[in-house]
């Protein structure tokens, strides 16, 4: 069975950290990258930061140099490290899975770190909340 579980949402106020976690399972890690992705209350969900199995990483510009995303391969976890948070990051984030990392390797390659629309990803996992107080 596919499991994509992610933890580590909560409350914080304006400019601290939170660390998500997100435990894959049901498929060969190195198959896929790992993407995250957030919805804000009245948003479209979208991409946010993704790690290739050849650990190439990616960014939006709005978490750019805040955010941090990595992998563990002997733990089989991929980690988004978020500092210095915003009231605007407050959303629902979620992990997902990139077969081969195509869309991930796509973004990176293409340069364009604008809005990264909700599309694409093989397997979703269940979000968890981050709600950033000002």
């Known amino acids: 069975e596919v499991q994509l579980q992610a933890s580590g949402g909560g409350l914080v106020q304006a400019g601290g950290s939170l660390r998500l976690s997100c435990a894959p399972s049901g498929f060969s890690f190195d198959d896929y990258a790992i993407a995250w992705f957030r919805q804000a209350p009245g948003k479209e969900r979208e991409g946010v930061s993704c790690?290739?199995?050849?650990?190439?990483?990616y960014y939006i510009d709005s978490v750019k140099d805040r955010f941090i995303v990595s992998s563990d391969n002997a733990k089989r976890t991929v980690s988004l490290q978020m500092n210095s948070l915003k009231p605007e990051d407050t959303a629902t984030y979620f992990c997902?899975?990139?077969?081969?990392?195509?869309?991930?390797?796509?973004?990176?390659?293409?340069?364009?770190?604008?809005?990264?629309?909700?599309?694409?990803?093989?397997?979703w996992g269940k979000g968890t909340q981050v709600t950033v107080s000002s």
């Open positions: 790690i290739t199995s050849d650990g190439r990483t």
């Open positions: 997902a899975a990139d077969w081969k990392g195509g869309i991930c390797a796509y973004r990176i390659d293409s340069g364009d770190s604008g809005t990264w629309p909700d599309y694409g990803m093989d397997h």
